[in-house]
T-cell receptor, first 114, second 114 residues
């Protein structure tokens, strides 16, 4: 069964600092990988996705993520965070065959300090 | 184009009652998935409908059910509500053919059971 691990429950960074959120997945074949962001009381907004091709993908709001098959990772990065980036971030995996559903990690809450 | 619309945004129900939530997907999308989000269990897949047929179901009791109409709008119903059903219920819209198209989420319905 597919699974996603986000090892960091909570991360605090200073505004203007760089950010990396970790995501590890477990899936037998090439997965479809997603990063979503959720502001309090809101739904999920897609930041970026990967399913094939260039392993470095660019998303919205200046985010990027790199797929590393050898490490089963899909880490999210941003070179300089803004106070508005404070939110919860979810990594998710989907499969092409069988269940078309998203399996989510437990999320990483990002706090930005001035 | 219009996004995913979930109604109502907030609901308060009493234990033992039943509730119906609605989700209108993006125009042209034929797949609607439902997720339950709680602080303890995170985001969990409930079920997915495609062209009025339930294709996949998560590990939830039979009190949770859903349906999809010919215009792709979907409803989910929870009968005999329990306190533990308090959650944010999110629906996701997709074209339904391939996860690479991605999933667009609504803002959710916040259900509180008292």
């Amino acid at each position: 069964a597919q699974s996603v691990t986000q090892p960091d429950i909570h991360i605090t960074v200073s505004e203007g600092a760089s950010l990396e959120l970790r995501c590890n997945y477990s899936y037998g074949a090439t997965p479809y990988l997603f990063w979503y962001v959720q502001s309090p009381g809101q739904g999920l907004q897609l930041l970026l996705k990967y399913f094939s091709g260039d392993t470095l993908v660019q998303g919205i709001k200046g985010f990027e993520a790199e797929f590393k098959r050898s490490q089963s990772s899909f880490n999210l990065r941003k070179p300089s965070v803004h106070w508005s980036d404070a939110a919860e971030y979810f990594c998710a995996v989907a499969s092409l065959f069988g269940n078309e559903k998203l399996t989510f990690g437990t999320g990483t809450r990002l706090t930005i300090i001035p | 184009k219009a996004g995913v619309t979930q109604t109502p945004r907030y609901l308060i129900k009493t234990r033992g009652q039943q509730v119906t939530l609605s989700c209108s997907p993006i125009s042209g999308h034929r797949s609607v998935s439902w997720y339950q989000q709680t602080p303890g269990q995170g985001l969990q897949f409930l079920f997915e409908y495609f062209s009025e047929t339930q294709r996949n179901k998560g590990n939830f009791p039979g009190r949770f059910s859903g349906r999809q109409f010919s215009n792709s709008r979907s409803e989910m119903n929870v009968s005999t509500l329990e306190l533990g059903d308090s959650a944010l219920y999110l629906c996701a819209s997709s074209s339904g053919g391939d996860p690479s198209y991605g999933y667009t989420f609504g803002s959710g319905t916040r259900l509180t059971v008292v």
